[in-house]
């Protein structure tokens, strides 16, 4: 095995991963146009469920507060190191407020992100359960920009940025993936896990690493093209 004073001097990538110093706000351009509700915390669940329920700040204020450092990794190959988010464990909103209040009508095994601008992805109910998986509302020790999610944010340091869903807005609650289309169904991976580099869907990670590394500094400038002029 070989060695480079590299390894030791830096912290660890995952599997063709490039360390970016700034943090830009990325996604799905088209999305990055949507106009966002100016509102407050407001998480739908709906689905195999026996009772309707909203969870706002004021629920999610019941549960422990919990900030994690993490670095962020989006699929199409860049890092960011070392964020500090705070918010909520999803597995304790899951267990204090979830399962007791909405009351699922079968096992559940599939979770449906949907956001405020539209986009939606899933995650396995069993990954969303892990203890570093969270409903942030804070970054670096501010609230949530627009940029990075507000009102709130799923974020899953295992998963790539893409499971990472901003501005929630509900959480569709499935038995299984049965009858679930991805939205964009090239790229979303059932899991999405960064250490196994499941980038994509039908072509191995090693190969996406390649076609998605070109599109990183178009999609930067479009999304922030886009910001300015909302702004303006
Ligand atoms: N609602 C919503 N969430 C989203 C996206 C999006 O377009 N809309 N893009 C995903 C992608 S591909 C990435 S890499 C991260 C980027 O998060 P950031 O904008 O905070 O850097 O958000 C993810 N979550
Ligand atoms: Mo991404």
Redesign the pocket.
Known sequence: MQTTSDDTARPRLPPGQRVRPD??????VA??RQKLPASGVRIEILGAIEHPLVLTAVELATLPRVTQRAD?H???GWS?LSLEWSGFRFKDAWEQLILPKARPTAQIELVVLR???R?R?ALPLADLLAADVLLADRLNGEPLTV???API?LIAPAH????????LSHLELRPDEHGYRAQVRLLDHPRARVAQEERGQFLPGWILRHAFRPCIEPIVRAIKAIGDSQRS
């Open positions: 943090f830009p706000r990325f996604g799905i999305f990055a962020f989006c699929a199409a960011h956001c405020q601008d986009y992805t940029e990075h999610g944010r790539y940025g893409y499971k990472n869903a901003k501005h």
